[in-house]
């Protein structure tokens, strides 16, 4: 709108006109040294809203409330979901600002994630109640936030549904890196730094743990007498129990509307601490691909619905385990659906081959794991008794 440029609006039958008024305002005082007074104005401008008394009420209670809920409506399906990562040159400065961000431009919505159909509508649900209930977690005392982990191999669509719940609820990702985190400390700086209405996502967090753990096993001892050498009163790394603290205590209540993902690729193998109930509130399986989820990608890459060779594959699929992005993959390769149903025929006895390889490695792994620790556990059963006997040697002595 230009200055003092109208529009008329009808409400309820009702017109109201609007216009765009500017007006110039002092902002302060400054020494002139040629007339020795001077100020500095800068012009102010607003909309002003014209109606007949007769409709004050009309106004105040109805319309106004519309045009404010109207602007916040448009304002999310407008806005750019953002990813923020940690800018790793500001995070252990003294900036206030340690993340940066570019807009997401990731295409994957619900309509197209290759995942079972009620699972979706299931989180689909679950995201809308969630951002409908502010008033009901004021009511319990809660934190007004969510959690999910998503699990399953690689190549499930982890990432992808990420995405979609971010498109879906126009909320900002903050993609944390754990392992790129020197401190409990600089771990909260980061947390705190967070906005509302956003995605906070730890992906592999069963690798951080198992870095945490390793680090404990291997190096606890002569790290905590080094630190004590150097007069370091406590231990300078993050925590598993430091990090969920945190996002269960502070982080929770200094904002609203928080979403947290914790992605693995081995459930069995996170720390319990992580599936305390209350802490992930929703555990979303990301299986290898279904009949379900080929249809909808044969659908998206071919733009087809039926063939053929459906029923042949879908046969496949339930007997070799494929990835979404493996079936994805091999539909990229050919615009001819005929030749690309083909090749992704041929790809699942090159799957199958490589599953019962992988099948066989494991065992093998699993049996030398079982022969190492025996091995261990017979040392250090040799040790313990030889400490035993030098003890009771010391004490004939």
């Known amino acids: 709108m230009e200055i003092n440029e109208e529009f008329t609006d009808v409400y309820n039958g009702v017109k109201f006109r609007w216009s765009l008024v500017s007006k110039k305002t002092p902002t302060r005082e400054y020494y002139n040294n040629d007339d020795m007074s001077g100020s500095s104005r800068s012009d102010i401008r607003f909309l002003e809203l014209s109606f007949h008394r007769k409709h004050k009420d009309l106004v105040l209670n109805e319309y106004l409330p519309f045009i404010i809920n109207d602007a916040k409506t448009r304002k999310k399906e407008e806005k750019s979901v953002k990813l923020f990562t940690i800018d790793t040159k500001m995070a252990y400065s003294s900036y206030p600002t340690v993340w940066t961000s570019v807009n997401l431009e990731h295409p994957a919505n619900f309509d197209t994630l290759a995942m079972d159909t009620d699972i979706k509508e299931k989180v689909m649900k679950d995201l809308d109640r969630f951002i409908q209930r502010r008033e009901y977690y004021r009511k319990v005392g809660k934190a007004w936030k969510r959690g999910y982990l998503l699990y399953g191999p690689p190549g499930t669509g982890k990432s992808s549904l990420i995405a979609a719940m971010a498109n879906y609820l126009k909320f900002d990702i903050y993609d944390l890196e754990l392992t790129d985190i020197k401190s409990n400390s600089d771990l ?41 050498r150097r007069g370091y009163a406590e231990e300078r790394k993050v925590t598993l129990s430091g990090f969920l603290n945190f996002i269960d205590g502070l982080w929770s209540s200094c904002g609203d509307e928080r979403i947290i993902i914790f992605t693995t690729n081995r459930k069995d193998k996170l720390d319990p601490a992580l599936l305390r109930p209350g802490r992930m509130d929703m555990h979303i399986n990301m299986s290898y691909c279904t009949p379900c989820g080929f249809r909808l990608l044969a659908s998206n890459y071919l733009g087809i619905t039926e063939h053929g060779l459906f029923e042949q594959i879908e046969d496949l699929i339930s007997k070799v385990e494929i990835t979404p992005a493996e079936v994805a993959e091999q539909l990229l390769k050919d615009d001819d659906p005929d030749i690309a149903l083909e090749g992704l025929i041929n790809f699942f006895d090159v799957k199958r081959q490589e599953n019962e390889e992988a ?5 093998e792994e699993e049996k030398e794991e079982e022969l190492a620790k025996a091995k261990e556990n017979e040392k250090e059963g040799e040790e313990e008794e030889e400490e035993l006997a030098a003890n009771e040697n010391g004490k004939k002595k």
């Open 359 to 363: 099948k066989a490695k494991a065992k």
């Open 188 to 228: 909260r700086r980061l947390l705190v730094a967070t906005a509302n209405r956003s995605i906070l996502v730890v992906e592999d967090i069963d690798c951080s743990v198992e870095l945490h753990d390793r680090l404990e096993a291997e190096a606890a001892k002569s790290l905590a007498k080094e630190m004590r």
